[in-house]
């Protein structure tokens, strides 16, 4: 009898890329928690505390946008030779550059609310960048509960800010403010946005 294969997700074929020595799978727009949209209805109920919006986020980006070990996601990073640690960091593996910060909260606690975790992270950026750390374009989430928002500094400049990112017409775009997405509701914006910074952070 022939051993079994182990049961997995197909996520496409995968092809070698000239720049690093490891795997990578090509774009596949059914590579997407979308697909898992039922099994995502009882654990987006379960995220109420910060470390478990903390685990369903760092399981979801490494399952299927950010895979290893092309990508390595690193909990309580410590930013450059700061005190500052991100609750995650993804990081390229060719050259351990960071393409996104996530900052959780737990749903309903003191420090939940958008202003204070845009004004966490936004914290983040400017250690990342001067210690070279940052990849040319670097992302940050900040979630609350089932609810996230995505950001990305409006400039280089030391004087940045972030800016929030939403789908508009069925692009990507940039505006002033911030808008909260429910990991289920909004699901397919948030797979928008998802593939965009994948794809525009996988090779600069």
Not at 77 to 92: F, K, N, S
Not at 108 to 118: M, V
Not at 162 to 167: A, Q, T, Y
């Given at each position: 009898m022939p051993p079994q294969r182990p049961r997995h997700r197909d996520r496409g074929l995968r092809c070698q890329d000239p720049k690093t020595p490891y795997s990578r799978q090509t774009s596949d727009t059914n590579a997407s928690y979308i697909?898992?949209?039922?099994?995502?209805?009882?654990?987006?109920?379960?995220?109420?505390?910060?470390?478990?919006?903390n685990s369903v986020w760092s399981n979801l980006l490494s399952t299927y946008y950010f895979p290893f070990p092309e990508y390595?996601?690193?909990p309580e990073?410590?930013?450059?030779?700061?005190?500052?640690?991100?609750?995650?960091?993804?990081?390229?593996s060719r050259d351990s550059k960071v393409v996104m910060i996530i900052e959780g909260k737990k749903a309903?606690?003191?420090?939940?609310?958008?202003?204070?975790?845009?004004k966490q992270s936004h914290g983040y950026f400017n250690p990342t960048k001067k210690s070279g750390m940052a990849a040319a374009r670097v992302f940050g989430m900040a979630a609350i509960g089932r609810k996230v928002v995505f950001v990305a500094p409006n400039s280089d400049g030391p004087d940045a800010v972030?800016?929030?990112?939403?789908?508009q017409r069925g692009r990507p775009m940039s505006f002033r403010g911030h808008k909260p997405l429910d990991i289920v509701e909004d699901s397919e914006e948030v797979h928008a946005l998802l593939s965009h910074i994948q794809e525009i952070t996988k090779d600069i």
């Open positions: 697909g898992d949209l039922e099994a995502f209805q009882s654990i987006a109920e379960l995220m109420k505390e910060e470390s478990t919006v390595i996601i690193k990073a410590r930013l450059g030779t700061t005190g500052h640690r991100a609750d995650l960091l993804v990081t390229r309903g606690g003191a420090q939940a609310t958008w202003d204070k975790s845009l972030l800016w929030g990112i939403k789908v």
